[in-house]
């Protein structure tokens, strides 16, 4: 079985800085690992995802990811945010075999101030 | 491309009754999940079909939850008798199957409220 673990429910940051959401994961087996995002009232929209190959995975609207094995961690990072970045973001995982179920960590609040 | 459509957005019902909520996937999705999202939590997976045919419902509570998915495009969701704690969101996601990996798309969920 897999967990996620997200280490901050809430991130405050100013405009223009930049920012790290971190993820920690547990599984027996190999892993594919996701970031997603929801804006109020919406549902949850892809931002990354690794599969395999480099460990940097660049995603929509200038976030990026590293996966690094040996930690157990896929922290999600962005040089420099906007207001638009304002939402909750999810971390998850799914295993390489099976009915590649997607387990989800509690969940970020970035807040983006002015 | 039209997304995951979920009906209703919103539902506020009182404890023990029954309530039903509709999805439609993106056509030509195979495969299709169910997942509740209690405020303040991620969203947990509580049935997957692939086509017609349940894939894993382990975290379905039975005794109270039901779901189908007639001709392998909409799928159903009900509970009944609901209770206070199926207060939560809940999110319709389909995906074409196949290779791991696969990106899921999410509806935009339906807000239940039990009173």
């Known amino acids: 079985a897999q967990s996620v673990t997200q280490l901050d429910s809430q991130v405050p940051v100013f405009e223009e800085a930049p920012v790290e959401l971190r993820c920690n994961y547990s599984s027996s087996v190999s892993v594919y690992l996701f970031w997603y995002v929801q804006y109020p009232n919406q549902g949850l929209q892809l931002l990354l995802k690794?599969?395999?190959?480099?460990?940097l995975v660049k995603g929509i609207n200038g976030f990026e990811a590293e996966f690094n094995k040996s930690q157990t961690s896929f922290h999600l990072r962005k040089p420099s945010v906007h207001i638009s970045d304002t939402a909750e973001y999810f971390c998850a995982v799914s295993d390489w075999q099976g009915a590649q179920k997607l387990v989800f960590g509690q969940g970020t609040r970035l807040t983006i101030n002015p | 491309e039209a997304g995951v459509a979920q009906s209703p957005r919103y539902k506020i019902i009182e404890k023990r009754q029954s309530v039903a909520f509709w999805c439609n996937p993106i056509?030509?999705?195979?495969?299709l999940y169910w997942y509740q999202q209690i405020l303040g939590q991620g969203p947990k997976l509580l049935i997957q079909f692939q086509n017609n045919g349940v894939v894993d419902d382990s975290q379905l509570p039975k005794d109270r939850f039901s779901a189908e998915r007639l001709k392998g495009v909409d799928s159903t969701l009900k509970i009944q008798p609901a209770k206070l704690e199926d207060s939560a969101v809940y999110l319709c996601?389909?995906?074409?199957?196949?290779?791991?990996?696969?990106?899921?798309?999410f509806g935009p969920g339906t807000r239940l409220t039990v009173t």
């Open positions: 056509s030509g999705h195979a495969t």
């Open positions: 690794y599969l395999s190959g480099s460990t």
């Open positions: 996601a389909s995906s074409s199957g196949g290779a791991g990996g696969v990106e899921q798309y």
